[in-house]
């Protein structure tokens, strides 16, 4: 099973929004709606922040958005600030009844 | 609250085998999967199987099959990741993570603290 296809960065000023996209395949994100986003900043264990495409766990600001369309899925970051500072991996069940991940994507705040 | 626990760091030789246990509290741990994640250093997430504590039942990506074992004690509430012929690539920092309560089901909503494993001759 191959990797999701994230871009390597992205950056914004604070304030404004950034959205990282997530390409998979038929196989993948494109049949399930079971994708879902990391956070993990340097030296710690990544964190959920959307779960089955849109869905926020408890806690998560409402600043993170999901979507999805045909084979790819998006993040979005809304209201950007110093903190999101960090690296995003989305990843998506499949067809091989396995989980995949994405190879990342480093945010940076300008 | 919901906490998941690892063992400590390991140096192992290459050929080796390392066995990472992770301690679930907080809630019932036959009721949710574990997940194992690694991560080598300055790399990205990579996803190395999945574990029904009710029962036993794994799932592994291709890459693993073979070499990675995971087996679970529910007497005391711990998940266990075996990985065997180790090699350099191995070095790695190793998570647990729990999952839904099916395979299917999104994971992630809680992380262990991760378990540095280093493959050195």
């Known amino acids: 099973q191959s990797a999701l296809t994230q871009p390597p960065s992205v950056s914004g000023s604070p304030g404004q929004s950034v959205t990282i996209s997530c390409t998979g395949t038929s196989s993948d994100v494109g049949s399930y709606n079971r994708v879902s986003w990391f956070q993990q900043p340097p030296g710690t264990a990544p964190k959920l922040i959307i779960y089955?495409?849109?869905h926020r766990p408890s806690g998560v600001s409402d600043r993170f958005s999901g979507s999805k369309s045909g084979n790819t899925a998006s993040l979005t970051i809304s209201g950007l600030q110093a903190e999101d500072e960090a690296d995003y991996y989305c990843?998506?069940?499949?067809?091989?009844?396995?989980?995949?991940f994405g190879g990342g994507t480093k945010v940076t705040v300008l | 609250q919901v906490q998941l626990v690892q063992s400590g760091a390991e140096v192992k030789k290459p050929g080796a085998s390392v066995k990472v246990s992770c301690k679930a509290s907080?809630?019932?741990?036959?009721?949710?999967?574990i997940h194992w994640v690694r991560q080598a250093p300055g790399q990205g997430l990579e996803w190395m199987g999945c574990i029904n504590p009710n029962g036993g039942g794994t799932i592994y990506p291709q890459k693993f099959q073979g070499r990675g074992t995971m087996t679970k004690d529910t007497s005391i509430s711990t998940a266990y990741l075996e990985l065997s012929s180790l090699r350099s690539d191995d070095t790695a920092v190793y998570y647990c993570?729990?999952?839904?309560?099916?395979?299917?089901?999104?994971?992630?909503?809680?992380w262990g603290q991760g378990t540095l494993v280093t493959v050195s001759s």
């Open positions: 990843s998506s069940y499949t067809s091989s009844y396995t989980w995949v």
């Open positions: 907080g809630y019932t741990f036959t009721t949710y999967y």
């Open positions: 993570a729990r999952g839904g309560i099916g395979y299917s089901y999104s994971y992630g909503d809680s």
């Open positions: 089955e495409v849109t």
